[in-house]
């Protein structure tokens, strides 16, 4: 790409442009409207000026002796005998012809036909002669003087009358003041002339004329002298077209013939362009026309052809020449011109740089200053100096854009700072959300997500190899109860301790991930390629894990005791998903729980039996509710006086092919698909419709009916939103419900159960802990919840007559919960002997086949008879 041009050069270049094309448009405007035209006038009027010199001389040659003539014919009138007295009229009239060089004669005549005439020859003679035809006819007296002043006199015989004579006819013709005869050859010369006469009234008392010869000559002198261009001519024509003034001789011909010419037609010249130029004068009219154009044998000519008139006489002065010979001389004008204009030019060239600097520096000091500003250099210039207003205005906005730009940037920079600072923080998070993302804070150890990852990896890169893989799943035993005993930051230490160890027990290439709450994974990689080499080698490396975790710890002065249960999957080359190892070795985990807890199983086929059963009884599970073959049993809860007050609803599913489906079976299935939600939800509709339904068939009965709530369920974020709907969509109280729940759910983030069930609470609905007793709850912890009951498990209720430790626990459960001011109810009391025993230990309800097995709706609604049959 070429470079852009500079402003000055382009103000430079384009002033130069407009004053060169301004010039030469001046110049074309001169030469076409005024150099042109004026040469075509200068052309003009040096025709002008030849006719006029021509017409002068003419007007000189006949001026005079019209003047002389009136004079003459005065003299005349007085004569008393003007034609005998033949003496005085010579001495009147010699004088006056030999002063005036071109009157050649003197003629008078009057009308009995007497005659004088007077001539001067060229040579210096003079001649006279008498006419008398009255007195001596045809004889004329002629007298003839030489120069030496000798006379002599001889009668000629001549066939002359001077009243025929047309200088004669015309001065008496009536009217006549003047009358100039038209040009013709003189009769006793033989040279052209014109008569001019007047009609004289003579003493005699005739009549008669006298007349005036003017010579012709001295015109043709003149014209043939006359210069116009270098070879041009001028001529005077009659009217006829005779040649009254020769133009000038061409070199061709002769004096002698170029002077027989006169009096004759122009075309005797043989002149082609004159002939032509008299076609172009006979076209136009026969009138004047002054400097015009004609062609004549191929060559441009110009002509001009004036009047003159003398007195009924009109003349003609043609004047002609070349045209050529008027060219304006262009090469001299093309000269001046091209001079003038480089001088111009030349001129304009500087003033067009000066201007181009002028306009341009500005800008470009002011480019210089924008270039600055873009190099981020704030610093002030030196102040613009420049007439035009749209530059200061320029300059003024561009510092006020430096000083903003200037603030901005400091602004920037210290922003700049800011910014680097919050993205030094924000790495700083970004790797601490990692961290959290990925690790777990508490043991630093990788949690379940970055477990998953690399559980995934391991997988995908097994299906590579042939050496096997292993992936063992820890969850401790009883840590809930010594976490509760032991406060939460000992807790918090026994797992970093159990972390520590797990981490040393295993080769440092192994994974060591803590799932969430006392759950661990130990992933082992490389393993024996050989199954059950492999598999010893897990049930070895299981074992180490069992005794280091095994090993009692300190914790805070006191020894804590702890132990493991491990669920293993060992994986070859045909693995899984990473979720399915992990559900493996889940349920491993399980199986060692119910092993006895602190050992070591491992996921086989008998477990993937259970799980595939459990799959099934899950894809059933998924359709029974629309499939109307879930629903709800009642079993009766009295006082201690037998008097029914409430009843616990217990889910039932009848399938059709499985038979009654046990709860017992299916209620974890459904915890873990996730159905419980909609089996719990629907649970409670239909045991507040039941309760809506006995409260209008038997309003006499204030029943309070126990729902079971699963874990997750009650953990569901709508869980609270989901029971106050459906308790206001009945205008049911709280009251007439009570939520059983189990103590392990309680101890997964106790600020929400707390909260979730206090909101409950301020519903009226009552809660009961579940199977009281089994699970390892803190009293500090219990003390926390709002519960209204507890339920002591059917398994102390069972040997409560026969174990002593048994009826200990539950006579201390009856205390405690009385301590705390909540109810409590024996649940699975089958025999009248355990009610018996437990209500003299203050039980305050009591539920079990003594008083009724759990029963349909329908059979439990006769125990709302008015006479109920005795419990
Ligand atoms: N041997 C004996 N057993 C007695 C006696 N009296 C009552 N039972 C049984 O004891 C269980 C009491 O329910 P649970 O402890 O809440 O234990 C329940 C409860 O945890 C769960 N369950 C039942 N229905 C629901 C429900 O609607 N929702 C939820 N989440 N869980 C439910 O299933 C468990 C088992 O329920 P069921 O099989 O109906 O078993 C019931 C009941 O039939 C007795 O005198 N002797």
């Known amino acids: 790409m070429s470079r852009p041009a500079t402003l000055r050069d382009v103000i430079f270049k384009r002033l130069l442009l407009l004053v060169t094309g301004g010039l030469l448009a001046v110049m074309a405007a001169v030469v076409g409207f005024i150099v042109l035209p004026l040469h075509e006038r200068l052309t003009a009027s040096e025709f002008t000026r030849v006719a006029d010199l021509v017409e002068n001389t003419l007007r000189e040659t006949v001026e005079l002796p019209s003047q002389i003539l009136p004079s003459a014919a005065e003299w005349l009138a007085g004569q008393k005998a003007p034609f005998d007295d033949t003496q005085a009229a010579e001495r009147y009239f010699k004088p006056l012809l030999s002063h005036v060089r071109n009157i050649s004669s003197i003629v008078i005549g009057n009308e009995e036909g007497r005659g004088w005439m007077l001539l001067r020859l060229p040579d210096g003679r003079w001649r006279s002669r008498s006419t008398d035809l009255p007195g001596t006819g045809s004889e004329h007296l002629i007298v003839e003087e030489d120069v030496a002043g000798n006379r002599s006199e001889h009668w000629q015989t001549l066939d002359y009358d001077a009243r025929s004579r047309p200088w004669y006819e015309g001065a008496v013709r009536p009217g006549t003041v003047r009358y100039w005869t038209p040009p013709y050859t003189f009769y006793t010369t033989g040279q052209p002339g014109i008569t001019v006469s007047q009609a004289v009234s ?331 080499e492999a598999r010893q080698q897990v049930g070895e490396i299981g074992r180490k894990i069992l005794q280091v975790i095994e090993h009692s710890y300190q914790v805070h002065k006191f020894n804590a005791d702890i132990s493991a249960s491990i669920g293993a999957v060992l994986f070859g080359q045909e693995a899984g998903t990473a979720e399915t190892a992990l559900k493996h070795a889940d349920m491993a985990m399980y199986q060692s729980k119910a092993l006895g807890r602190n050992c070591l199983s491992f996921f086989g086929p008998e477990l993937a039996v259970k799980l595939s059963a459990r799959a099934g009884l899950e894809a059933d599970l998924r359709h029974a509710l629309e499939a109307g073959q879930i629903h709800l049993h009642y079993q009766a809860v009295v006082d201690v006086g037998g008097r029914l007050v409430g009843a616990e609803a217990l889910m039932r599913w009848s399938h059709p092919e499985r038979g009654q489906v046990p709860p017992a079976e299916f209620i974890p299935v459904a915890e873990e698909s996730g159905l419980i939600i909609a089996l719990g939800t629907w649970a409670i509709e239909s045991a507040c419709d039941q309760l809506l339904a006995w409260s209008a068939t038997y309003p006499q009965h204030a029943l309070q009916i126990a729902i079971n709530v699963s874990a997750r369920q009650f953990h569901h974020a709508d869980f609270v939103a989901t029971v106050t709907d459906i308790l206001g969509a009945r205008n049911i109280p709280g009251a007439w419900i009570k939520f059983e729940l189990t103590e392990s759910m309680l101890l997964e983030d106790t600020e929400t159960v707390v909260e979730r069930m206090q909101q409950l609470r301020a519903l009226g609905i009552g809660f009961a802990l579940d199977d009281f007793g089994t699970g390892y709850s803190s009293l500090s912890y219990l003390k926390r919840l709002p519960l209204t009951a507890l339920k002591i498990d059917r398994s102390f209720v069972r040997d409560v007559l026969t174990d002593p430790n048994d009826a200990a626990i539950a006579r201390t459960i009856i205390a405690l919960a009385h301590t705390m001011e909540l109810r409590v109810i024996a649940e699975g009391v089958e025999l009248q002997a355990q009610f018996d025993m437990l209500a003299a230990a203050g039980c305050d309800r009591f539920q079990g086949y003594l008083i009724g097995r759990p029963e349909p709706s329908t059979v439990f609604g006769t125990r709302l008879e008015p006479h109920p049959p005795a419990a």
């Open 202 to 532: 003579l003493s005699d008392g005739s009549q008669g004329a006298i007349g005036l010869d003017i010579l012709l000559a001295e015109l043709s002198t003149r014209t043939r002298e006359a210069r116009i261009g270098a070879s041009g001519s001028t001529l005077v024509l009659t009217e006829g077209e005779l040649v009254l003034a020769l133009p000038r001789r061409p070199d061709h011909i002769a004096e002698s013939d170029w002077l027989g010419t006169l009096m004759l037609p122009a075309s005797a010249l043989g002149q082609p362009s004159i002939n032509d130029a008299l076609s172009l004068w006979r076209q136009a009219g026969r009138t004047r026309f002054s400097a015009s154009r004609f062609n004549s044998e191929g060559e441009d000519w110009i002509a001009a052809m004036t009047p003159y008139e003398v007195g009924e006489q009109r003349l003609w002065v043609l004047t002609l020449a070349p045209a050529r010979e008027f060219e304006p001389a262009w090469s001299l004008i093309g000269l001046t011109i091209a001079a003038t204009l480089g001088i111009l030019i030349g001129v304009a060239a500087v003033i067009a740089q000066r201007q181009a600097r002028t306009i341009a520096a500005p800008l470009e000091m002011l480019a210089v200053q924008g270039k600055r500003i873009g190099a981020l250099d704030f610093s002030r210039p030196p102040p613009l100096r420049t007439r035009i207003a749209e530059l200061a205005q320029l300059s003024t906005t561009l510092d006020e854009m430096r000083t903003l730009l200037g603030r901005n940037q400091t602004a920037l920079a210290t922003q700049a700072g800011q910014l680097q600072l919050q993205v030094e923080e924000l790495q700083t998070a970004e790797h601490r959300i990692h961290a959290l993302a990925y690790f777990d804070p508490l043991t630093q150890l990788p949690n379940r997500r970055l477990l998953m990852d690399r559980l995934a990896h391991v997988l995908e890169a097994g299906r590579r190899r042939t050496s096997h893989c292993a992936l063992l799943l820890l969850d401790l035993d009883n840590f809930k109860v010594l976490n509760d005993t032991l406060g939460h930051d000992h807790g918090d230490e026994l797992l970093r301790e159990v972390a520590r160890r797990l981490s040393q027990a295993v080769r440092s290439g192994d994974t060591v991930a803590r799932l969430g709450g006392d759950e661990f994974v130990v992933i082992l990689e490389d393993l024996s390629e050989d199954h059950d």
